[in-house]
């Protein structure tokens, strides 16, 4: 089974600087989808980024960036340019492409805190 | 751009009572998953239907039994509530394709008193 793991349930960024929040993912798939979704406190769940295994380059929309490092099987989000916006948990999730289990498995979560 | 709508937003059951959950996709996708977040919790799949036809099971309790309609819109039902039933239920809907992002709903906040 395929377990995804959130080593930092609480981290804390000054406004205007850069964190990186960390995941690792245990899996024997060769292919699969990697996301990265936020939960303010509204709970909605929003989705920031997401990676396909097979693609070397890392994804990034805007400020959030990723370093996917398959063989070490790490996730990592990275958030420039931080604001106050950005103050949310964090949930790393993992997904295989094919077959009948579309489900998405999901971190701990990371609480972010966002100081001005 | 629409997103995925679920109904009621909130609700309050005493044990052992009975709750109906809906879910209405984004138009065009194909398929629906439900989520529970307790407490404090990260997401856990309940269940998803693909086409109207049940694709995968995860941990769902017995009590628990939902549906995919013809409009592809789906129900939750919840009988015998316990207070452990208490969470977050969200849905998820997505189009089956090659990277099949999920976007979640609102959620339904359900309370078991």
């Known amino acids: 089974a395929q377990t995804v793991t959130q080593s930092q349930p609480e981290m804390s960024v000054q406004e205007a600087e850069t964190v990186t929040l960390s995941c690792t993912y245990d899996t024997s798939e060769s292919d699969y989808y990697l996301f990265w979704y936020k939960q303010p406190p509204s709970r909605q769940m929003i989705l920031v980024i997401r990676?396909?295994?097979?693609?070397?380059q890392n994804a990034t929309e805007n400020r959030f960036s990723v370093n996917f490092q398959k063989a070490a099987k790490s996730f990592s989000l990275k958030i420039s340019d931080s604001q106050l916006g950005d103050a949310a948990m964090y949930f790393c999730a993992y997904r295989t492409p094919s077959g009948s289990a579309r489900q998405l498995t999901f971190g701990s979560g990371t609480q972010l805190t966002v100081l001005p | 751009a629409a997103g995925v709508i679920q109904s009621p937003r909130h609700l309050i059951k005493e044990k052992r009572e009975t709750a109906t959950l809906k879910c209405y996709p984004i138009p065009r996708h194909d398929t629906v998953y439900w989520y529970q977040q307790g407490p404090g919790q990260d997401p856990q799949f309940l269940i998803s239907f693909y086409e109207k036809m049940q694709s995968d099971k995860g941990s769902i309790p017995d009590r628990f039994s939902a549906q995919q309609f013809s409009d592809y819109h789906s129900e939750l039902n919840m009988s015998s509530l316990e207070l452990g039933d208490s969470a977050l239920y969200f849905c998820?809907?997505?189009?089956?394709?090659?990277?099949?992002?999920?976007?979640f709903g609102p959620g339904t906040r359900l309370l078991v008193l």
């Open positions: 998820a809907s997505s189009l089956v394709a090659a990277v099949e992002t999920q976007y």
């Open positions: 990676q396909e295994a097979y693609k070397q």
